[in-house]
Structures are given as structure tokens and as C-alpha cells.
């Protein structure tokens, strides 16, 4: 008999691939789903969708029934948007969804967190899971880690939780960021800050599935693991790498850190004050992802679950480039 699994965020750039991956393995899947549209693409990827959303309580029963596995990857992508407005998602969702898989029998919980959650505004350089931070800036970071604790506290021999914290992810199939580095970058509002030469840390979107999975399946519970492709990278060198594989040619253009950090606070807080729709072109949180050096070991997946990139940086730049018609 297959093993079930129930998966929210199916739909998003690591939903789908993890589906693919798991469908491949033999898992039966399924896949909470928010519209019909979102139901028709998860049937396409081989998971049976379940129509609701976080807040549905009866479509969760319905998922987690039955199932041995559960990966709660839901979360809004919106990294301008206070941490009341992603409060709901981001951590009452979280909660929505731990009852109704621990109510259910479920064994394994596993939560896709956010390497963000130990991001401060400083440098990190090198940090492990031990390090931790009471000075996030931003709502993402601060919901995501507060969601994160609440699924390792309801960590039991029976209920087995454990969360996974990638970094940056990227990779073949990106409908997220790439698309705004890319618009970015051709309309002239892309700048690398500081010159764009600080060591930053990423995270392949296969690399992340293979960590989720052997998360789902090895003996580990309770505990937070980061997640990388092993190669620290020059933060300018990649996203040229990147917007390269789309044919787009990276700006010449830097401001220093200083000047965004000033430009950031002033933009954000026009847009707080005249309460103006979307983000800001520059935020603080921005500021520090973009700009600040961040790199964090993921020694200890490797040495507690024998985690090994799937897939190199290059080879990663290699697979989006387009195909090639043959001649």
C-alpha cells in the first residue's frame, strides 16, 4: 500500500516539485487546493486535490485523513506586508493545520520554514541553528519563526515535527522571484547594494525537496535544520548567472548600503503613512536580503540525515536556460 501524504502549498514553486518528486517515489498524494484552477494543475501533477484553504477545518480533516505524512509548506509570498496582515497564513494557518493533522494520527509533520528567521539586519556569517534572533525587522521573518516554534513545541513521540530553513530558493520553474528580478532588471530598477559582492547562501528548489523528504523519513523530530546547495555565493555573480539564463544582462549599477538603508526606511514609511497599495521599489527587509552578507551551515542536516545536494549550482543555471530547438 502507498503511503499518504497530505501537502499544503502544493500549487507554489516548491509544491509542484516536491509533488513531482514524491508522485515519482511511490507516495499517494494529496494536495489541499484554493480554487478549481489550482485543483486542475495539482491532477496534472498526480495529486488528488482537496478544495478549501488554512482556514477550512473540514477540508483539513478530509486531507490528513488516513495520512502518515504531512508537509505544511502554505505561505504568502508577500515579504512587504506587516505581521498582522500575514499573522492569519502564516501562524494561525500553522496551527489550523498542526490540530488537524495531530487530531487525525498523522506521524510526521514536516514544516517548510525560512532560513529569514534568524536574519536580524546584521551580517550572518556562518551561523548554525543555535543562533537566534530578537531582532527581526521584518512580518515574514518574525510569523514564519513564531509558526516555526509552534510546530517543534507540539513535537511528541507520536506527532513528530520537524522544520526545514532554506535560504534563498531558485531554480527551474521559478514563477516567483525570478520573474521580479527579471522586470527588475530591464526596467532599470535593479541595483546591487554595496556593490553586490557580499557571500550569500542558496538553496536549489530540488535541493529543498530532497531535504524535505528525508525529513519526512529519517529519525530526526523536534528540531530546525537549514538547508543549502553547499556553495556560498557572491551575491553579484549569482543573480548575473541568473538573469543570464533569461537572455537579460545585469545592471552596472550600485548604491552603497548606507544610501538604500536611508532610502528604504523613508520609502516605507510613505507607503505606512499615505497607506499606498503594494510594496514599496526598496523596504527595509529588502535592504537585508539584498544587501547584507548571509550565510548559514547546513552541517547539521548532513550529519544527522546524510543530506547531499541533488543538484550543483551549475547544473541548477544550466537547466534554465531555454531549450534549444534541434537543428
Avoid at 516539485?17 to 494536495?31: F, K, M, S, T
Wanted: charged share 15%; glycine share 10%; aromatic share 8%.
Amino acid at each position: 500500500m502507498k503511503t499518504q501524504c497530505f501537502i499544503t502549498g502544493g500549487s507554489g514553486f516548491v509544491g509542484r516539485h516536491l509533488i513531482q518528486v514524491l508522485v515519482e517515489r511511490g507516495y499517494a498524494v494529496r494536495a489541499l487546493a484554493r480554487s478549481e484552477q489550482t485543483a486542475t494543475l495539482l491532477r496534472q501533477l498526480g495529486a488528488i486535490p482537496i478544495r478549501g484553504d488554512l482556514h477550512d477545518s473540514g477540508s483539513l480533516r478530509t486531507g490528513v485523513q488516513g495520512c502518515a505524512i504531512v508537509f505544511h509548506l502554505a505561505a504568502s509570498v508577500d515579504f512587504w506586508a506587516d505581521e498582522q496582515t500575514l499573522w492569519p497564513d502564516h501562524v494561525t494557518g500553522t496551527d489550523n493545520v498542526l490540530q488537524a493533522a495531530h487530531r487525525a494520527g498523522v506521524n510526521r509533520f514536516v514544516y517548510l520554514s525560512a532560513a529569514s528567521v534568524v536574519m536580524n539586519g546584521q551580517p550572518i556569517l556562518n551561523a548554525d541553528e543555535q543562533v537566534t534572533s530578537n531582532r527581526l525587522i521584518d512580518g515574514y521573518s518574525r510569523t514564519k519563526r513564531i509558526a516555526e516554534k509552534h510546530v517543534l513545541d507540539a513535537n511528541t513521540t507520536t506527532f513528530r515535527t520537524v522544520a526545514i530553513r532554506p535560504p534563498l530558493i531558485w531554480g527551474l520553474g521559478d514563477t516567483s522571484a525570478l520573474p521580479q528580478i527579471v522586470e527588475a532588471a530591464q526596467t532599470g530598477q535593479l541595483a546591487f547594494i554595496g556593490g553586490g559582492k557580499h557571500q550569500i547562501v542558496t538553496a536549489n528548489v530540488r535541493n529543498v525537496c530532497h531535504a524535505l523528504i528525508l525529513a519526512a523519513e529519517g529519525d530526526v523530530s523536534g528540531d530546525a535544520f537549514f538547508v543549502t546547495d553547499g556553495e556560498p555565493q557572491q551575491f553579484r555573480r549569482f543573480i548575473t548567472d541568473v538573469l543570464a539564463t533569461q537572455g537579460v544582462k545585469a545592471p552596472e549599477r550600485t548604491v552603497p548600503l548606507s544610501v538604500a538603508r536611508f532610502m528604504a526606511s523613508v520609502l516605507a514609511g510613505v507607503w505606512r503613512l499615505f497607506r499606498l497599495k503594494g510594496a514599496p521599489p526598496l523596504y527595509p527587509g529588502m535592504v537585508n536580503t539584498l544587501g547584507l552578507p548571509f550565510v548559514v551551515s547546513d552541517a547539521k542536516i548532513r550529519q544527522q540525515l546524510g543530506y547531499r545536494p541533488v543538484i550543483s549550482v551549475a547544473d541548477g543555471l544550466r537547466e534554465m536556460y531555454p531549450l534549444q530547438p534541434a537543428h
